[in-house]
Every structure is written in structure tokens, then in C-alpha cells.
């Protein structure tokens, strides 16, 4: 499969962010099975890639994915999650992108290995900028990409336009519990800058429900889940086999700035000043101009009422789509 590579303006926050995650990953081979998640460390969890393949069951759990689901997800990252996702949750067929090549090439090799390529296609670009039709997706997700997204709103829209109604995303993301005070404040714009983070994204929980509300979303569910996040991965990444290998892969001074952005990122969550949140919100059934207006479903679901993923199609509708 050829996937069409995106050049992104050197002045761009894209490029950054692509600059940022493409240090020494053709050394990646199968170093933590290609995740780069933080981990869900729930019942006693000891092993990192238990732990990132439970986060991403729980995120694509959100999603009530049936056979014939349509899945986008964007930020796959090197395509563990998708290989994952198709062979727990299949046959569903998976559209995945990201902003950094190099990521890609380790995505098309495990989906090659896992001879899914046929349903499990990869693409080059930006959740900002979604390159899909809209209303192509019943099911989005999003497992920790949507803080560095110039911005996370756009990207909420975006996903928006290319979900069908009645669709679902499902998110994996921080939100930022208080403002900082004091010291803490050159401590988080620090952070932010080292990890990619823009101004924009610094949203509280109560920001993040109203930014997902005002692209139309409805039955938002937002849960914490830091205490099975931060603790458990800076674990891991403190354990010196795990450093070592940090620092064959992205170098020494790769390595150096990965082990400050997790102590920046532990230090800040022991201070309450970041939570992980586990995200599912729906697009309504009645979002959609395609939904005729004699769809029973969506004549007894208004749309802020659902709380059920709705199967595609709609039962009893004929929806030209
Ligand atoms: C922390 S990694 C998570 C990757 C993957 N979801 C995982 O858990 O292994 C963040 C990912 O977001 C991607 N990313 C950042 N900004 C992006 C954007 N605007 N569009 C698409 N992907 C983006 C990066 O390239 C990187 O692969």
C-alpha cells in the first residue's frame, strides 16, 4: 500500500510536532510493541504493554463497534492500536492517519505482518485537517493526540464533519484540572513548549466538555483516570532497561528529553495540575441532513437523548449514504 506523504511549512506547528516524534524511530523495531501510550495500569497491572493494550481496549470498548463498523483513528501512531482493535473488535474496517511519517512505515509493517491490509489502511496527515469525506465514519478515536492538535477544537470539528450521525468518538486526552500559580506557571509553559502543546489546548474538564458541545456533540462523558496513567508510566519509563533503551532508539539527548517531559508530566500530575481523561461523546442522530425525517430511530431518540451507540444503519431507515 502507498500512502501519500504531507510536507508541512518548517514555520508550522506541524512540523514541529512531526520533528518531535521522528527522533530515532526507524530504531523503534518492536521496543513496547510500538506503543506510545501511557498505559491503563488497573488490577494490578505490572507490564507496560499490557497496560497500553488495556487502555486501548477500554477507549475502543467506549465505541460499541459492531461488525461493518466504519473506524477512523486519528494519531495511530505506529499501528499497534489498529492491529489490536482489528483483531479484538473486527471485522471492522479501520482508516488510521498520523502527522509523522516515519511512524507510518512501523504501521504498515505490522499491518502487513498481521495481514490486515486490505481493512486496515494508513494515511499521512493532519487531525486538523481530516483528509475523508464528510460522513464517512460510525466510530473516532483518539488515544493521546489530541493536546499537541493546533488546535483540539478544530479537530473536534473536523471529527464532527467526517462521523455519520448517530456516530461515536471515543478520546484518551489531558485536561488541566486548575490554573497554574506561581512558579507553576513558567513550569507549564515550559512543558508546553518542550511537548508540543499549544496555548489552546490547555483546557479544564469543564472547557473540554463545552468545546466538545459547541461542535455539536451530545451525552458527553468524561472520566478520570490519572491515578491508572501517570504512576504506573513513569514506572516503566524510570525502569533502567527501559531508559536504555530509550536512549539506543531516540539518542542521548532524545532519551534526556523524553525522561524530562515524563518527570515534568509525573511532577505535574502530583501537584493536581493535570488529569488523563477517558473521553466518549456522540454525534446526535438528528445532526444529519441525510436522516429523513421519517427515520423511526431517529423519530424516538431526540438528539441530546442518546445514550446508546446507534448501530449503521439505523435500524428501519433507508439512508442513502
Ligand atoms: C503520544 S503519541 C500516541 C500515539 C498512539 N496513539 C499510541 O498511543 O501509541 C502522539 C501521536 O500523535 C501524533 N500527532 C500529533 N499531532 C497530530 C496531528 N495534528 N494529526 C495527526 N497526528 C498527530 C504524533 O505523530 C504521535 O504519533
Known amino acids: 500500500m502507498e500512502i501519500a506523504r504531507q510536507y508541512w511549512a518548517t514555520d508550522s506547528h506541524e512540523h514541529a510536532v512531526e520533528a518531535f516524534y ?36 477500554k477507549v475502543a470498548g467506549r465505541l460499541g463497534l459492531t461488525p461493518g463498523s ?25 482508516d488510521a492517519l498520523d502527522l509523522t511519517w516515519k511512524h507510518l512505515a512501523h504501521a504498515l509493517r505490522r499491518a502487513k505482518y498481521g495481514q490486515c491490509e ?9 487531525a486538523t485537517r481530516l483528509p475523508f469525506a464528510t460522513e464517512s465514519f460510525t466510530h473516532a478515536l483518539s488515544i493521546e493526540g489530541p493536546f499537541h492538535y493546533h488546535t483540539r477544537e478544530r479537530f473536534f470539528s473536523e471529527v464532527w464533519r467526517v462521523l455519520r450521525a448517530g456516530g461515536v468518538v471515543a478520546l484518551a486526552d489531558f485536561a488541566i484540572p486548575r490554573p497554574p500559580r506561581g512558579w507553576e506557571v513558567p513550569f507549564i509553559a515550559a512543558t508546553k513548549r518542550l511537548w508540543k ?46 531508559r536504555s533503551a530509550l536512549a539506543r532508539i531516540r539518542g542521548v539527548v532524545g532519551g534526556r528529553l523524553g525522561q524530562i517531559v515524563d518527570h515534568a508530566a509525573i511532577g505535574a500530575y502530583a501537584r493536581g495540575l493535570v488529569s488523563y481523561i477517558l473521553v466518549r461523546a456522540e454525534k446526535p442522530l438528528c445532526a444529519s441532513v441525510q436522516v429523513p425525517i421519517s ?26 449514504v
Not at 118 to 126: A, D, L, M, N, P
Not at 295 to 317: F, I, M, R, T
Request: proline share 6%.
Open 22 to 57: 521522528s527522533h530515532g524511530v526507524e530504531n523503534y523495531g518492536d521496543f513496547h510493541k510500538g506503543y506510545l501510550n501511557f498505559g491503563l495500569w488497573e488490577d494490578g497491572i505490572s507490564d507496560y504493554v499490557v497496560a497500553a493494550e488495556n487502555l486501548v481496549h
Open 70 to 94: 466504519r473506524v477512523l483513528d486519528v494519531a495511530c501512531g505506529m499501528g499497534a492500536q489498529d492491529i489490536y482493535i482489528y483483531e479484538k473488535f473486527g471485522p471492522v474496517e479501520i
Open 118 to 126: 486490505h481493512s486496515v489502511r494508513f494515511h499521512h496527515g493532519s
Open 197 to 242: 502543546i499549544p496555548e489552546e489546548n490547555l483546557d479544564s474538564i469543564a472547557t473540554y466538555r463545552r468545546k466538545l458541545e459547541a461542535a455539536g456533540f451530545r451525552n458527553i462523558q468524561i472520566d478520570e483516570a490519572g491515578e491508572y496513567t501517570f504512576p504506573g508510566y513513569y514506572r516503566e519509563q524510570r525502569r533502567p532497561e527501559c
Open 295 to 320: 427515520c423511526p430511530a431517529a423519530a424516538a431518540a431526540p438528539c441530546v437523548e442518546l445514550s446508546q451507540p446507534v448501530p449503521w444503519p439505523a435500524q428501519g431507515c433507508a439512508l442513502g
